[in-house]
């Protein structure tokens, strides 16, 4: 695994570099009322992408951080309901004792034993009669 990160790290640094010899020429940008010194192409692209990532991970990092207070919040909450059901647990339990439903025993499933289908009760008493 660490041999395929490095020959994926390779590959990348000789793209950027065959980049960068590509686009040597020389720009100057301006911003309104101020122009920079001619640089190459490839820093102001490099820049433009510095500084776009950069934003990025700022907006990621305050989505993170608005989450996780709701996430805290949440939490605070859920603490604060299971405390108050907890007491309510016990104050049901002080008013009227639990007490446990008597358990039936298991009833056969349909069909099964012990129980007769419409077809053989139909059958029966035919069979009866063919007999006597």
């Not at 395929?4 to 720009?27: D, Q, R, S, T, W």
């Not at 101020?34 to 692209?45: D, E, G, H, M, S």
């Not at 309901?81 to 907890?86: I, S, W």
Request: hydrophobic letters at 50%; a negative charge.
């Amino acid at each position: 695994m660490a041999i395929l990160k490095l020959l994926v790290g390779l590959v990348v640094v000789f793209l950027l570099v065959v980049f960068a010899i590509a686009n040597m020429e020389a720009v100057a940008v301006s911003f309104y009322f101020y122009k920079t010194p001619a640089i190459p192409l490839f820093v102001v692209i490099f820049i433009s992408l510095l500084l776009g990532v950069m934003l990025a991970w700022v907006l990621v990092v305050g989505e993170q951080l608005r989450l996780r207070n709701q996430l805290r919040a949440r939490d605070r909450r859920i603490k604060e309901l299971e405390k108050e059901l907890e007491s309510l647990e016990g104050r049901l339990a002080k008013v009227a004792p639990q007490e446990r439903p008597q358990e039936e025993p298991p009833q056969p499933p349909p069909g099964g034993e012990g129980e007769e289908t419409a077809s053989t009760a139909l059958q029966m008493p035919q069979e009866e009669s063919q007999e006597g």
